[in-house]
Every structure is written in C-alpha cells, then in structure tokens.
C-alpha cells in the first residue's frame, strides 16, 4: 500500500478507491475498516460488485481468428490481473495469461485486444502489465 510520506497515512485514493474529496472521519474510518486485513482481502474488497469482465467487439474477432480459448483457469487469472492492475491504478494494461497477451481498459473492464505467441509483439498506449 502506498504511503503518504507527509502524513505517514495510506493515500485517500488508495483507501476510498476515488480521487473524491472526503471528509477526515470518513478517512479514518475507512482505513480502520481495512487495517487489518490481508492483501486479498483488499483486493476482493475494492473488486467486489464491479462486474464481469466483458470483451470487446474486436477483441472477440481477434479470438476467433487466432482460434484462442480461455480455459476457467485461464479466465479467472485474467480477471486477477485486471483486479490488480486496478489496485495499481492502471488504466489500459497488458495482461499476460500464459503465451496469451491481453490489453484492457481497466476503468471499464473490458478486454480491448487479444495476441497470442504468434502475432507481433508490440503494445503501445499502456500504462502499466500484469503476469497473471
């Protein structure tokens, strides 16, 4: 978690998962809430009721094309990456599930390209990757 060197306090972003401004009480209260739990507690906490991953347009053409499929495994490590790339404050993100890259759009959860082990291997526009 990062720290506020100044304050020696979790950044607001960080702990409400919003760049809104909050009020002090409502800050402490909510580090409180989440102090002692566990990184995947965190990360089912600021995840949950987000939605289902969904995948573009393109992104399913890209899939067939390349005769691409996920298996649940597969699935539920993509959808880890996409959380953690979350958490990090990533908003378009390269996601690697086995010999399969992934760009999403964290902000609206959805998987924009899919490139596997035989397609070029340039990503522009990305802010952040993930190893899932």
Do not use: C, Y
């Amino acid at each position: 978690m990062a720290i506020d060197v100044l304050n020696r306090f979790p950044s607001v972003p960080i702990i409400t998962g919003t760049k809104e401004k909050i009020s002090v009480s409502d800050f402490k209260a909510k580090k409180q809430e989440i102090d002692g739990l566990s990184f995947e507690g965190i990360l089912r906490q600021k995840t949950s009721g987000n939605g289902d991953l969904k995948i573009s347009k393109h992104a399913g053409e890209r899939l067939r094309q390349r005769n691409i499929d996920l298996s649940d495994n597969q699935w539920q490590r993509l959808e880890t990456g996409v959380k953690k790339a979350e958490l990090k404050g990533i908003r378009e993100s390269l996601i690697m599930v086995d010999d399969v890259a992934f760009i999403v759009n964290v902000n609206s959860n959805t998987v924009i390209t899919a490139v596997d082990d035989n397609d070029d291997k340039v990503f522009t526009n990305i802010d952040g990757a993930v190893i899932a």
